[in-house]
Each structure stands twice: as C-alpha cells, then as structure tokens.
C-alpha cells in the first residue's frame, strides 16, 4: 500500500504533503480555501452546488494531520445567506468524516443523500476532532429559509461515533464537547420553526453513550454536563417534543 494516496475529486487537486489551496471567488461564489499539512491516504471529495457555499480552515493555525482519513463534504445552497464548513484540526488515524450542508445523508453511515429542492443557507459547521478511529456523519437542512442550524464539535478522543442531523427551518444549534474514549453518541434536533438548543459536555475516561433527539414545532433546550469515571461506562438518553 502506498503511503501517501493523492485522490481529491470533483472540485480541486491537493497535494497531501503540506502543500495549499485556495479557490478565487468573487461575492456570492462558492469559495474552498484550505492548507493541507500533511496526512497519509487522505480521500477528500467535495461538492458545492448553488451559491454561497464555504469550505475553509478556522484560521491561521488550523491544519489537517492524520492517517487514513475520508472526508466528503457537502453543501446545497439555493438561498442567499453563507454556508459555512469551517476545518480545525481534524488530526488523527482512521476518521471518517462526512458533513453536509443543505442535503441529508440517507443513513448513519451512508455516502450518497436526499435533497428536498428548497434549501435557504445560513448553517454554519466546525469540526474539531482529535485522536483515533473517529466517525463523525452529521448534516443540517432547512426548507428554504435563511434561518440556519449551527454545529460545534471539539471531542479531543479516540473511538468516537457520532451522528448529528438538524433539519426544517428554525436555527438549531448543538454544541458538542467530549475528551472521552469510546463515545456512541446520536443527537438529533428537527421541527418546523423550532429554535432548539442542545449543549453535551461529556469527559472522563471511559466510554459514554448518548442519545438526544428534540422535535415538534415548540422550542426545546437541553444543556447537559456529565463526567463519567466508572468502568461500566455511561448511558443517557434524552427525548423532547413529539
């Protein structure tokens, strides 16, 4: 097997050894800036369709450093109000990390997604993920409204599953923290013109798993703070709405 696999499809060509690259645009284009810093086998496949759609590192330090990394990422936009998919860090071996924008992945683990025909913009991603064998899905939809969903990660951990869906007008946000290993986390936020709110913060050493689904057409908020030290591991799970 070769060390380095140079297979970045659709949009741009990148080279995997510290090399950049950064698309020319002009106000309402679709933009892709990103500084690759290394990494081994990465398989990037980007696809930007509409206007108003950014794909960038989160600033001046970011990098992308690991093995065996996949990303495919996503953004529909027939709106006018940005999507944003902001890179940091993403260093590690074996991740597997797809994030859409304005479409929604068929399944937990799928590659290929729906498209509703009506997606207004204005969601807003960051992926910070640190450590081992980490899959992170996770997509943001609306029905052509600009009031968009936002997404923040950190994790810092190894063997992470992640799956994170926001969808239907009504700006959503999650904000996700966990320096724990072995995390099976879903969350799920969805009902039209519904603002939930959901903040996880799960540390400790051992293994937490995790379900929030918040739905229906009320506003639900959740803030969660949870440090598990046993060897069992955790179990939570969350149900809001109808």
């Given at each position: 097997?070769?060390?380095t696999t140079q297979h970045i499809a659709l949009l741009f060509l990148l080279s995997l050894m510290g090399l950049g690259w950064t698309s020319v645009a002009s106000a309402n284009d679709n933009e892709i800036s990103i500084k690759q810093t290394g990494g081994n086998n990465l398989a990037l496949i980007i696809e930007q369709i509409g206007n108003n759609n950014e794909i960038k590192m989160y600033d001046s330090s970011s990098y992308l450093n690991g093995a065996n990394m996949s990303l495919h990422l996503y953004?529909?936009?027939d709106g006018t109000t940005q999507n944003t998919i902001d890179l940091w860090h993403l260093e590690g071996d074996n991740n597997t990390i797809r994030w859409a924008q304005g479409a929604a992945w068929t399944s937990a683990t799928s590659s290929t997604y729906s498209y509703d025909g009506d997606e207004g913009g204005g969601h807003y991603a960051r992926l910070d993920i640190h450590g081992?064998?980490?899959h992170l899905q996770g997509h943001q939809t609306n029905q052509g409204s600009s009031s968009g969903h936002t997404f923040n990660s950190l994790i810092f951990s190894d063997n992470n599953d992640i799956w994170v869906r926001q969808q239907h007008d009504g700006g959503k946000t999650i904000n996700l923290t966990t320096y724990s290993?072995?995390?099976?986390?879903?969350l799920r936020q969805k009902g039209a013109w519904a603002q939930h709110t959901a903040n996880i913060t799960l540390s400790g050493s051992y293994g937490t798993t995790l379900n929030l689904l918040q739905q229906g057409t009320t506003t639900q908020s959740y803030s969660l703070s949870q440090n598990c030290q046993t060897t069992t591991g955790c179990s939570v799970s969350v149900t809001q709405g109808q």
């Open positions: 097997m070769k060390d953004q529909n936009n081992d064998n980490n290993d072995g995390n099976d986390i879903t």
